[in-house]
């Protein structure tokens, strides 16, 4: 299953871990091991949004974790999100997220969170996350705000 993000941009689709790597490696974890745990867990979802050519300009992985901050009956955790600078502010990464948590839906799920970096608050709340903690500290990236989305039980 796929999904235009915006006509003639990205495509979404789900892939294997090892297809978000580059833009991981370039985008978030410069000078850090590519993989995150549970990357290769059978529930964990990988995707990637595509040029019309081919290449991976965003990428986002979700996977079934407890939430730290909020009781749910099935929350999920969001990470490695990152797009391509080239395409920032087109949708993408709105695109990516939209497919996530209407997949994560799909398979029960009723809450994503994330530890969101400080520079990309405003984008999580743009795309209707709402912050429910002040600022703490993840090496060695820096402050982080915890951020969630309820979702409609299925
Ligand atoms: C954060 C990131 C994933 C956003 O991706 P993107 O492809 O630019 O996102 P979109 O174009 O879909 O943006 C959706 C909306 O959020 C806004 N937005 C995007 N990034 C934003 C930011 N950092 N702060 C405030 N608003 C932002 C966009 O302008 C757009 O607004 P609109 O609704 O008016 O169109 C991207 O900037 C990135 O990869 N940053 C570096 C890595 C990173 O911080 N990842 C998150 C780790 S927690």
């Known amino acids: 299953m796929s999904t ?5 941009t990205v495509t979404i689709e789900q ?17 850090r091991p590519v993989e995150i745990t549970g990357d290769d867990a059978p529930y964990t ?17 979700f996977h079934p974790r407890d939430c730290p901050w909020r009781e749910a009956e099935a929350a999920w955790q969001l ?42 608050v405003g984008f999580y709340e743009r795309i209707g996350f709402a912050t429910v903690t002040e600022a703490y500290d993840l090496p060695p990236v820096g402050p982080h705000r915890g951020m969630l989305i309820e979702l409609p039980i299925r």
């Open 4 to 8: 235009e993000a915006q006509p003639g």
């Open 15 to 31: 892939v294997d871990a090892a297809a978000t790597y580059p833009l991981r490696a370039r985008v978030l974890r410069q000078g």
């Open 45 to 61: 979802l990988h995707l990637a949004a595509r040029t019309s050519d081919g290449e991976v300009v965003g990428v986002v992985r």
């Open 79 to 120: 990470r490695g999100m990152a797009t391509d600078p080239r395409v920032r502010g087109l949708g993408a990464g709105r695109a990516l997220v939209a497919e996530g948590l209407s997949r994560v839906v799909a398979l029960g799920g009723d809450l994503v969170w994330c530890d969101a970096r400080a520079a990309a």
